[in-house]
Nanobody, 129 residues
Framework: QVQLVESGGGLVQAGGSLRLSCAASGGTFRSWLMGWFRQIPGKEREFVAATRWNGGNTYSGDLADSAKGRFTIARDGANAVWLQMNRLKPDDTAVYYC????????????????????WGQGTQVTVSS
């Protein structure tokens, strides 16, 4: 079955950087959407960033407004995705979840959680002030 394994979370001071990685197995992911969501206790899971297939071996990235200018997402081959987070703020503190969907998106992904087919277990990111 499909499994998503995250790594790279941890504790960092405000202004610092972290890189999250996610490795997928149990499927053929080349055309699948892969990305990241985050969640803090008592709040809904929110979209952070995603990569979507353009055909061949190319992908586009979509970022939430909160991530633009600070975060970068990229696909590392068909089965992995990473999220580089710079200039982190205390508001970025959350559990970050890797996510994937069988759907393809020709004109951008809007972060709809109900379109996600599989989730990772999550990795904690804590940003201290």
């Amino acid at each position: 079955q499909v499994q998503l394994v995250e790594s790279g979370g941890g504790l960092v001071q405000a202004g610092g950087s972290l890189r999250l990685s996610c490795a997928a197995s149990g499927g053929t992911f080349r055309s699948w959407l892969m990305g990241w969501f985050r969640q803090i206790p008592g709040k809904e899971r929110e979209f952070v960033a995603a990569t979507r297939w353009n055909g061949g071996n190319t992908y586009s990235g979509d970022l939430a407004d909160s991530a633009k200018g600070r975060f970068t997402i990229a696909r590392d081959g068909a089965n992995a995705v990473w999220l580089q987070m710079n200039r982190l703020k205390p508001d970025d503190t959350a559990v970050y979840y890797c996510a994937t969907s069988r759907r393809t998106y020709s004109s951008g992904y809007d972060g709809a959680t109900h379109e996600i087919d599989y989730w990772g277990q999550g990795t904690q990111v804590t940003v201290s002030s």
